[in-house]
């Protein structure tokens, strides 16, 4: 009677700590851990899970010291893991002092790499005064890079002059050049006015240009009052173009 009562006890025990933590909850555990949340309870989880867990919290470490990251605990690596965190962070510290980002240590750099980390800041130097952007120190071109650079600002100022912006130097233009730019400019403004844009400049219409876009207009209410669609002058109509209009008063409404 007695083993009986035992075994019962037994097995309701077992049935009460099946309830405490259903499947679903035993998974969730599972992920809190993987994931290093503070709701993690190791003590639940089986041999094979506890084992599987400490595999992926090395393998995590690891990946942490290569990327120097703060989580990173250099007491847990082994000594080949170290090494490599080591060399990681000597080729991180490189990168770093030659894109003139990051934390760059030089007193970490070896002679070659000090001369790569110059070389490297020079030539982005030399793009930075090509390319009119960035920190530019024109101090430091030899007088190759310096007519390269000189070039490449007259050529990016045409192209902004061309193009009607603002940062543009007509003083530097050569005579075809000033051409070039204030005939793109006519372009650019009957296009604008073409467009009915506010930028349209009348005043800087030739006559052929101001009459072409007069014939444009008015070919555009003709048919705006023929169809009842868009904006309707009717005042502008010829007497030909008015006869052509039904007329709308008459319509029963």
């Known amino acids: 009677m007695n083993r009986r009562i035992g075994i019962l006890a037994v097995l309701w025990a077992l049935t009460l700590q099946g309830l405490a933590q259903s499947p679903s909850d035993h998974q969730r555990n599972v992920s809190d851990c993987r994931n290093g949340f503070s709701s993690c309870d190791r003590t639940a989880l ?18 942490a010291c290569n990327e120097g990251l703060r989580s990173c605990n250099h007491s847990r690596l082994t000594l080949s893991e170290a090494r490599q965190a080591a060399v990681a962070a000597r080729l991180r510290n490189l990168s770093d002092c030659k894109d003139s980002i990051g934390d760059c240590d030089s007193s970490q750099l070896t002679p070659t790499e000090a001369r790569e980390v110059s070389t490297a800041r020079h030539e982005r130097n030399v793009i930075d005064c090509r390319d009119g952007m960035g920190r530019c120190d024109s101090s430091t071109l030899n007088p190759s890079e310096a007519k390269d650079v000189e070039v490449a600002e007259h050529l990016r100022n045409v192209t902004n002059c061309r193009n009607g912006w603002t940062d543009c130097n007509h003083s530097s233009l050569t005579e075809l050049e000033a051409h070039e730019v204030e005939a793109a400019g006519r372009r650019r403004n009957l296009s604008d006015c073409k467009a009915g844009l506010e930028s349209c400049d009348y005043s800087k219409l030739t006559g052929a ?33 008015s006869k052509a209009i039904p007329d709308t008063s008459a319509v029963p409404r």
């Open 46 to 63: 089986t041999e094979a899970e506890r084992t599987a867990l400490a595999v992926n919290d090395h393998k995590n470490n690891v990946t």
């Open 209 to 241: 240009e101001a009459g072409s876009l007069a014939n444009a207009e008015q070919i555009r209410n003709y048919r705006a009052c023929l169809r009842g669609f868009g904006y309707c002058d009717r005042s502008r109509l010829t007497p030909a173009e």
